[in-house]
Protein backbone atom coordinates (compact mmCIF):
# COMPACT_ATOMS: atom_id res chain seq x y z
CA UNK A 1 0.00 0.00 0.00
CA UNK A 2 1.71 3.41 -0.73
CA UNK A 3 2.58 5.64 1.60
CA UNK A 4 0.41 9.54 1.17
CA UNK A 5 2.29 12.73 1.74
CA UNK A 6 0.92 14.67 4.71
CA UNK A 7 0.30 18.07 5.47
CA UNK A 8 -0.31 19.28 9.06
CA UNK A 9 -2.35 22.07 9.61
CA UNK A 10 -1.13 23.99 12.42
CA UNK A 11 3.14 24.41 13.31
CA UNK A 12 3.59 25.41 16.54
CA UNK A 13 0.33 24.25 18.40
CA UNK A 14 0.34 21.83 21.51
CA UNK A 15 -1.86 19.27 19.01
CA UNK A 16 0.10 20.15 15.86
CA UNK A 17 3.23 19.28 17.29
CA UNK A 18 1.61 15.96 18.83
CA UNK A 19 0.64 14.95 15.17
CA UNK A 20 4.00 16.00 13.72
CA UNK A 21 5.27 13.62 16.70
CA UNK A 22 3.29 11.01 15.51
CA UNK A 23 4.16 11.03 11.49
CA UNK A 24 7.92 11.48 12.79
CA UNK A 25 7.87 7.53 11.92
CA UNK A 26 5.09 6.59 10.10
CA UNK A 27 4.46 3.47 8.59
CA UNK A 28 1.63 4.89 6.39
CA UNK A 29 1.45 8.54 6.28
CA UNK A 30 4.79 10.85 5.48
CA UNK A 31 5.11 14.46 6.72
CA UNK A 32 5.60 16.32 3.60
CA UNK A 33 4.28 19.90 4.26
CA UNK A 34 3.35 22.20 7.32
CA UNK A 35 0.76 25.19 7.69
CA UNK A 36 0.97 27.40 9.74
CA UNK A 37 -0.62 30.93 10.92
CA UNK A 38 1.25 34.35 9.42
CA UNK A 39 3.48 34.16 13.02
CA UNK A 40 4.81 31.16 12.19
CA UNK A 41 4.84 31.32 8.32
CA UNK A 42 8.02 31.39 6.12
CA UNK A 43 10.25 30.21 9.67
CA UNK A 44 11.75 26.38 9.90
CA UNK A 45 10.45 23.63 11.62
CA UNK A 46 13.54 23.74 13.70
CA UNK A 47 12.95 27.27 14.51
CA UNK A 48 10.59 26.88 16.48
CA UNK A 49 10.00 26.26 20.39
CA UNK A 50 9.32 22.24 21.19
CA UNK A 51 6.92 22.91 23.84
CA UNK A 52 5.77 18.89 24.32
CA UNK A 53 7.63 17.00 27.30
CA UNK A 54 9.50 13.98 25.01
CA UNK A 55 11.92 14.53 23.31
CA UNK A 56 11.56 16.29 19.83
CA UNK A 57 11.93 13.35 17.03
CA UNK A 58 13.51 13.72 13.80
CA UNK A 59 11.67 15.94 11.51
CA UNK A 60 12.20 17.25 7.84
CA UNK A 61 13.34 20.84 8.39
CA UNK A 62 10.56 21.84 6.33
CA UNK A 63 9.52 25.76 5.73
CA UNK A 64 6.05 26.62 7.51
CA UNK A 65 3.69 27.81 4.61
CA UNK A 66 0.81 30.43 4.86
CA UNK A 67 -2.82 29.31 6.02
CA UNK A 68 -3.81 32.75 4.43
CA UNK A 69 -1.87 32.62 1.64
CA UNK A 70 -4.59 32.27 -1.57
CA UNK A 71 -2.04 30.16 -3.48
CA UNK A 72 -1.96 27.24 -0.41
CA UNK A 73 -3.76 24.71 -2.40
CA UNK A 74 -1.63 24.83 -5.33
CA UNK A 75 1.27 24.58 -3.23
CA UNK A 76 0.00 21.70 -1.35
CA UNK A 77 -0.90 19.44 -4.38
CA UNK A 78 2.36 20.44 -6.60
CA UNK A 79 4.12 18.94 -3.68
CA UNK A 80 1.76 15.46 -3.90
CA UNK A 81 0.20 16.50 -0.61
CA UNK A 82 -2.86 13.40 -0.36
CA UNK A 83 -3.31 13.82 3.47
CA UNK A 84 -3.80 16.47 5.30
CA UNK A 85 -4.39 16.81 9.49
CA UNK A 86 -5.90 19.66 10.80
CA UNK A 87 -4.73 20.57 13.86
CA UNK A 88 -5.74 24.61 13.87
CA UNK A 89 -9.12 26.45 15.68
CA UNK A 90 -12.35 26.03 14.10
CA UNK A 91 -12.40 29.75 12.55
CA UNK A 92 -9.18 28.78 10.71
CA UNK A 93 -10.63 25.60 9.40
CA UNK A 94 -13.44 26.85 7.98
CA UNK A 95 -13.03 27.38 5.02
CA UNK A 96 -9.78 26.36 4.43
CA UNK A 97 -10.75 22.20 5.52
CA UNK A 98 -13.58 22.71 2.69
CA UNK A 99 -10.98 24.15 0.11
CA UNK A 100 -8.39 21.26 0.55
CA UNK A 101 -10.97 18.37 0.64
CA UNK A 102 -12.91 19.76 -2.64
CA UNK A 103 -9.65 19.60 -4.02
CA UNK A 104 -9.53 15.74 -3.31
CA UNK A 105 -7.04 15.99 -0.01
CA UNK A 106 -8.55 13.54 2.10
CA UNK A 107 -8.46 16.19 5.56
CA UNK A 108 -8.87 14.99 8.78
CA UNK A 109 -9.90 17.05 11.01
CA UNK A 110 -9.53 17.24 15.11
CA UNK A 111 -11.34 20.90 14.39
CA UNK A 112 -15.06 21.64 15.58
CA UNK A 113 -16.09 23.38 12.61
CA UNK A 114 -17.56 20.43 10.51
CA UNK A 115 -18.10 18.05 13.42
CA UNK A 116 -22.32 16.74 13.02
CA UNK A 117 -22.69 17.93 9.99
CA UNK A 118 -24.81 15.54 7.65
CA UNK A 119 -22.06 14.13 5.01
CA UNK A 120 -18.91 14.06 6.85
CA UNK A 121 -18.40 11.91 9.03
CA UNK A 122 -17.79 12.16 12.87
CA UNK A 123 -15.77 9.27 13.92
CA UNK A 124 -14.22 7.35 16.73
CA UNK A 125 -12.87 4.08 15.33
CA UNK A 126 -13.64 1.96 18.15
CA UNK A 127 -17.26 3.58 18.65
CA UNK A 128 -18.69 3.88 15.51
CA UNK A 129 -16.04 3.09 12.31
CA UNK A 130 -19.39 2.38 10.44
CA UNK A 131 -20.46 6.23 10.17
CA UNK A 132 -16.81 6.37 8.13
CA UNK A 133 -18.54 4.69 4.85
CA UNK A 134 -20.18 7.98 4.44
CA UNK A 135 -16.84 9.52 3.59
CA UNK A 136 -16.56 11.81 0.56
CA UNK A 137 -20.10 10.90 0.06
CA UNK A 138 -20.65 14.88 0.35
CA UNK A 139 -18.32 15.77 -2.56
CA UNK A 140 -15.81 16.52 0.06
CA UNK A 141 -13.31 13.99 1.44
CA UNK A 142 -13.36 15.50 5.08
CA UNK A 143 -13.53 13.63 8.33
CA UNK A 144 -13.70 14.67 11.87
CA UNK A 145 -12.36 13.60 15.37
CA UNK A 146 -14.13 13.99 18.49
CA UNK A 147 -14.12 16.65 21.19
CA UNK A 148 -11.62 15.47 23.75
CA UNK A 149 -13.76 15.20 26.58
CA UNK A 150 -16.24 12.91 24.69
CA UNK A 151 -13.60 10.01 24.49
CA UNK A 152 -13.52 8.67 28.11
CA UNK A 153 -17.05 9.11 28.27
CA UNK A 154 -18.24 7.64 24.58
CA UNK A 155 -15.96 4.65 24.47
CA UNK A 156 -17.55 2.52 27.25
CA UNK A 157 -20.93 4.21 26.92
CA UNK A 158 -20.79 2.38 23.00
CA UNK A 159 -20.29 -0.93 24.87
CA UNK A 160 -22.87 -0.48 27.03
CA UNK A 161 -25.62 0.99 24.76
CA UNK A 162 -24.79 -2.42 22.74
CA UNK A 163 -25.13 -4.58 25.15
CA UNK A 164 -27.39 -3.56 27.81
CA UNK A 165 -28.94 -0.32 26.09
CA UNK A 166 -28.83 3.12 27.67
CA UNK A 167 -31.86 5.68 29.13
CA UNK A 168 -29.79 8.17 30.65
CA UNK A 169 -26.29 9.08 31.10
CA UNK A 170 -24.86 11.80 33.87
CA UNK A 171 -21.15 12.53 33.72
CA UNK A 172 -19.23 15.25 35.33
CA UNK A 173 -15.31 15.92 34.48
CA UNK A 174 -12.09 17.05 35.40
CA UNK A 175 -10.31 18.30 32.68
CA UNK A 176 -6.33 18.78 32.14
CA UNK A 177 -4.64 22.35 31.54
CA UNK A 178 -3.34 20.93 28.00
CA UNK A 179 -6.90 21.01 26.60
CA UNK A 180 -6.60 24.57 26.19
CA UNK A 181 -3.38 24.06 24.54
CA UNK A 182 -0.13 25.60 25.09
CA UNK A 183 -1.64 28.78 26.93
CA UNK A 184 -2.61 27.31 30.06
CA UNK A 185 0.33 24.76 30.02
CA UNK A 186 3.13 27.13 29.75
CA UNK A 187 1.56 29.87 32.13
CA UNK A 188 3.64 29.73 36.23
CA UNK A 189 0.06 30.73 37.61
CA UNK A 190 -2.17 28.46 35.40
CA UNK A 191 0.45 25.84 36.75
CA UNK A 192 0.37 26.75 40.34
CA UNK A 193 -3.89 26.22 40.37
CA UNK A 194 -4.27 30.37 39.29
CA UNK A 195 -6.85 29.07 36.30
CA UNK A 196 -10.34 29.46 35.74
CA UNK A 197 -12.40 26.20 36.31
CA UNK A 198 -15.02 27.32 33.46
CA UNK A 199 -14.54 25.69 29.83
CA UNK A 200 -17.36 27.60 27.74
CA UNK A 201 -19.43 25.27 25.82
CA UNK A 202 -17.42 22.27 26.64
CA UNK A 203 -20.44 20.48 28.32
CA UNK A 204 -23.14 21.33 25.23
CA UNK A 205 -20.50 19.41 22.64
CA UNK A 206 -19.73 16.83 24.61
CA UNK A 207 -23.58 15.61 25.02
CA UNK A 208 -24.32 16.43 21.59
CA UNK A 209 -21.41 14.75 20.07
CA UNK A 210 -21.66 11.29 22.39
CA UNK A 211 -25.88 10.83 21.07
CA UNK A 212 -24.03 12.08 17.73
CA UNK A 213 -21.74 8.69 17.80
CA UNK A 214 -24.03 6.52 19.38
CA UNK A 215 -26.63 7.50 17.09
CA UNK A 216 -27.36 5.25 13.64
CA UNK A 217 -26.17 6.94 9.99
CA UNK A 218 -28.68 6.84 7.63
CA UNK A 219 -29.04 7.27 3.52
CA UNK A 220 -31.36 10.17 2.75
CA UNK A 221 -31.85 13.14 0.93
CA UNK A 222 -31.52 16.09 3.76
CA UNK A 223 -31.01 19.90 3.27
CA UNK A 224 -30.88 21.28 6.80
CA UNK A 225 -28.13 24.41 8.09
CA UNK A 226 -24.95 21.98 9.76
CA UNK A 227 -25.70 22.28 13.85
CA UNK A 228 -22.30 24.11 13.90
CA UNK A 229 -23.45 27.91 12.91
CA UNK A 230 -19.81 28.72 11.72
CA UNK A 231 -20.17 28.36 8.03
CA UNK A 232 -23.57 28.51 7.37
CA UNK A 233 -22.55 30.58 4.13
CA UNK A 234 -22.03 26.75 2.82
CA UNK A 235 -24.88 25.19 1.81
CA UNK A 236 -23.61 22.84 -0.45
CA UNK A 237 -22.75 20.62 2.86
CA UNK A 238 -26.02 19.81 3.68
CA UNK A 239 -27.23 18.47 0.56
CA UNK A 240 -25.79 15.31 1.75
CA UNK A 241 -27.10 11.61 1.15
CA UNK A 242 -25.93 10.73 4.79
CA UNK A 243 -27.17 11.53 8.13
CA UNK A 244 -27.17 10.73 11.69
CA UNK A 245 -30.19 10.02 13.57
CA UNK A 246 -28.80 10.67 17.09
CA UNK A 247 -29.41 8.21 20.16
CA UNK A 248 -32.78 8.71 22.25
CA UNK A 249 -31.06 9.15 25.35
CA UNK A 250 -31.24 11.81 28.08
CA UNK A 251 -27.66 12.98 28.95
CA UNK A 252 -26.43 15.34 31.17
CA UNK A 253 -22.60 16.89 31.74
CA UNK A 254 -20.74 19.03 33.74
CA UNK A 255 -16.96 20.12 32.75
CA UNK A 256 -14.13 21.89 34.69
CA UNK A 257 -10.53 22.79 34.28
CA UNK A 258 -8.34 21.43 36.79
CA UNK A 259 -4.56 21.70 37.60
CA UNK A 260 -3.26 19.09 36.14
CA UNK A 261 -1.20 19.50 32.98
CA UNK A 262 -2.22 16.23 30.53
CA UNK A 263 -5.27 13.89 31.21
CA UNK A 264 -9.26 14.23 31.45
CA UNK A 265 -10.85 12.29 34.15
CA UNK A 266 -14.45 11.48 34.31
CA UNK A 267 -16.96 10.00 36.70
CA UNK A 268 -20.47 8.39 35.07
CA UNK A 269 -23.42 7.17 35.90
CA UNK A 270 -25.18 5.76 33.28
CA UNK A 271 -28.84 4.06 33.62
CA UNK A 272 -29.25 0.97 31.21
CA UNK A 273 -32.37 -0.36 29.32
CA UNK A 274 -32.01 -3.82 30.57
CA UNK A 275 -31.02 -4.92 34.20
CA UNK A 276 -27.56 -7.08 34.54
CA UNK A 277 -24.93 -7.72 37.07
CA UNK A 278 -21.55 -6.42 37.91
CA UNK A 279 -19.78 -9.63 36.24
CA UNK A 280 -21.44 -8.65 33.08
CA UNK A 281 -20.52 -5.40 32.91
CA UNK A 282 -17.04 -5.67 33.66
CA UNK A 283 -17.09 -8.80 30.62
CA UNK A 284 -18.81 -6.08 28.75
CA UNK A 285 -16.27 -3.64 28.89
CA UNK A 286 -13.34 -5.81 29.41
CA UNK A 287 -14.38 -7.56 25.53
CA UNK A 288 -14.90 -4.32 23.83
CA UNK A 289 -12.75 -3.45 20.85
CA UNK A 290 -12.40 -2.17 17.56
CA UNK A 291 -13.50 -4.10 14.70
CA UNK A 292 -10.42 -6.51 13.52
CA UNK A 293 -9.72 -4.25 10.48
CA UNK A 294 -9.86 -0.94 11.98
CA UNK A 295 -7.77 -2.88 15.29
CA UNK A 296 -4.91 -3.42 12.72
CA UNK A 297 -4.38 0.34 12.45
CA UNK A 298 -0.50 1.45 13.89
CA UNK A 299 -2.62 3.89 16.35
CA UNK A 300 -5.03 1.44 17.62
CA UNK A 301 -4.69 0.21 21.19
CA UNK A 302 -3.89 -3.61 22.12
CA UNK A 303 -7.48 -3.23 23.95
CA UNK A 304 -9.48 0.00 23.98
CA UNK A 305 -10.27 0.17 27.75
CA UNK A 306 -8.08 -0.92 30.25
CA UNK A 307 -9.96 -1.74 33.76
CA UNK A 308 -8.32 -0.92 36.83
CA UNK A 309 -9.73 -1.05 40.55
CA UNK A 310 -9.15 2.94 40.98
CA UNK A 311 -7.47 5.49 38.74
CA UNK A 312 -4.24 6.74 39.64
CA UNK A 313 -4.24 9.49 37.38
CA UNK A 314 -0.12 9.63 37.52
CA UNK A 315 0.58 6.28 37.34
CA UNK A 316 -2.35 5.59 34.59
CA UNK A 317 -2.01 8.31 32.14
CA UNK A 318 -0.20 6.37 29.01
CA UNK A 319 -2.35 3.32 28.93
CA UNK A 320 -1.80 0.95 25.90
CA UNK A 321 -4.59 -1.05 26.39
CA UNK A 322 -1.80 -4.16 28.23
CA UNK A 323 0.28 -2.19 30.11
CA UNK A 324 0.90 1.44 31.68
CA UNK A 325 4.29 3.11 30.56
CA UNK A 326 6.23 6.02 32.24
CA UNK A 327 8.14 7.46 29.81
CA UNK A 328 6.85 6.37 26.24
CA UNK A 329 7.93 7.64 23.30
CA UNK A 330 4.89 9.00 21.22
CA UNK A 331 7.32 8.69 17.40
CA UNK A 332 7.81 5.06 17.68
CA UNK A 333 5.56 3.89 19.87
CA UNK A 334 1.87 4.91 18.44
CA UNK A 335 -0.29 2.89 20.49
CA UNK A 336 1.20 4.63 23.99
CA UNK A 337 -1.57 6.63 25.52
CA UNK A 338 -4.45 5.48 23.11
CA UNK A 339 -6.34 3.01 25.47
CA UNK A 340 -9.17 4.23 27.87
CA UNK A 341 -8.47 3.73 31.75
CA UNK A 342 -11.88 2.69 33.49
CA UNK A 343 -12.03 2.33 37.48
CA UNK A 344 -14.52 2.48 40.23
CA UNK A 345 -16.89 0.22 38.53
CA UNK A 346 -19.96 -0.67 40.37
CA UNK A 347 -23.50 -0.97 40.28
CA UNK A 348 -25.84 0.93 42.43
CA UNK A 349 -28.72 -0.80 40.76
CA UNK A 350 -29.47 -3.78 38.39
CA UNK A 351 -29.87 -0.79 36.27
CA UNK A 352 -27.51 1.82 36.84
CA UNK A 353 -23.42 1.51 36.96
CA UNK A 354 -21.11 3.69 37.99
CA UNK A 355 -17.54 4.54 37.20
CA UNK A 356 -14.26 6.58 36.38
CA UNK A 357 -12.76 6.87 33.14
CA UNK A 358 -9.39 8.72 32.36
CA UNK A 359 -7.35 8.99 28.83
CA UNK A 360 -4.51 11.44 27.63
CA UNK A 361 -6.45 14.12 26.17
CA UNK A 362 -3.66 15.42 23.58
CA UNK A 363 -3.25 11.96 22.36
CA UNK A 364 -6.01 9.63 22.05
CA UNK A 365 -8.10 12.73 22.54
CA UNK A 366 -6.71 14.80 20.27
CA UNK A 367 -3.56 13.95 17.64
CA UNK A 368 -3.76 10.12 18.34
CA UNK A 369 -7.35 9.81 17.62
CA UNK A 370 -7.62 11.70 14.62
CA UNK A 371 -4.98 9.92 13.15
CA UNK A 372 -6.24 6.56 13.76
CA UNK A 373 -9.71 7.82 12.09
CA UNK A 374 -6.94 8.84 8.76
CA UNK A 375 -5.36 5.02 9.47
CA UNK A 376 -8.78 3.49 9.23
CA UNK A 377 -9.60 5.20 6.03
CA UNK A 378 -6.31 4.00 4.69
CA UNK A 379 -6.57 0.26 5.30
CA UNK A 380 -9.97 0.56 4.26
CA UNK A 381 -9.22 1.81 0.39
CA UNK A 382 -11.07 4.86 1.38
CA UNK A 383 -8.50 7.38 0.38
CA UNK A 384 -7.63 6.25 -3.40
CA UNK A 385 -10.17 8.10 -4.64
CA UNK A 386 -8.76 10.93 -2.75
CA UNK A 387 -5.23 11.31 -3.90
CA UNK A 388 -2.92 13.46 -6.21
CA UNK A 389 -3.73 12.60 -9.19
Not at 21 to 33: C, D, S
Not at 311 to 336: C, M, R, Y
Request: hydrophobic fraction near 40%; charge should be negative.
Amino acid sequence: MQRHSAVVLGASGLVAQRMQQRLANHPWFELTAVVGSRRTAGRTLDSLDWNLPEKKPVLPNLTVLDAADDALVKQLKDVGISVAFSCIPASVADPLELALASSGIAVFSNASAFRRCDGIPLVISDVNSDHLEHFGGSGYALACATNCTLIPLAVPAAALARTFGIRNVKMNSEQALSGAGYELVLDAQALNGNHSPEIPGEAEKTASELLHVLGTGVNTQRNEVCPMGIHRNHQSITESTSHVIALDAEVEVSCQRVTRIDGHQIFVSIQLEHPTTIDNVLACLENWNPTETVGKCPSAPHRSLHIVEQIDVEEHLWSNGLEFQSQPDPSTDLKAGMAIVIGSVRMTSPTNVEFSAYSHNTVRGAAGGTMWLAEQAYIQNKLSNHQQA
